[in-house]
């Protein structure tokens, strides 16, 4: 092996290291901080500042609190659609890392359209739902 490639290969492998901590620190970041909580400093949405719209993803914050904190219903209450969404990510993410077996590339495509459009309806309904329109 050259040395060329074994100083790649450390590279990589330190670069996951120290993704792995950062993941570690935001999450304890995140748990021991109430984004809710206005005194604490937490990014807000681009998609709802420049368009003013929440995006699937708004709540996302505090979704990632009560979930942290074992406040499932709450977590719930946050981001539905993030708390849907979830398993398929899970599994997505261990397909990454190599703890499952890989399914066919047109297989994944599907399921990554149907994910796509789960979360343009999501947005359109919680827009509308907010937007001030009557409701029946």
């Known amino acids: 092996m050259s040395d060329e490639l074994i100083a790649d290969r450390l590279n990589a492998r330190l670069l996951l290291i120290l993704k792995f901590v950062g993941f ?7 748990r021991r901080n109430n ?24 709540g996302g914050l505090r979704f990632a609190h009560d979930v942290l904190n074992f406040r499932f ?11 849907l969404s979830a398993p398929y990510v899970l599994v ?24 796509l459009m789960a979360a343009i309806i999501w947005t359109a309904l919680r827009n509308l739902k907010s937007s001030g329109l009557p409701e029946n």
Not at 24 to 30: E, L, M, S
Not at 73 to 81: G, H, K, T, Y
């Open 35 to 58: 984004p809710k909580d206005s005194k604490i400093l937490m990014p807000k949405c681009p998609t709802k500042f420049v368009a003013g719209v929440e995006c699937p993803a708004c």
């Open 73 to 83: 219903v709450e977590a719930f209450r946050d981001n539905p659609f993030l708390a």
């Open 92 to 115: 997505e993410i261990a397909r990454y890392l190599k703890f499952f077996p890989e399914i066919d590339s047109e297989t994944r495509e599907r399921d990554h359209y149907r994910l």
């Open 24 to 30: 570690i620190v935001a999450c304890g970041f995140i």
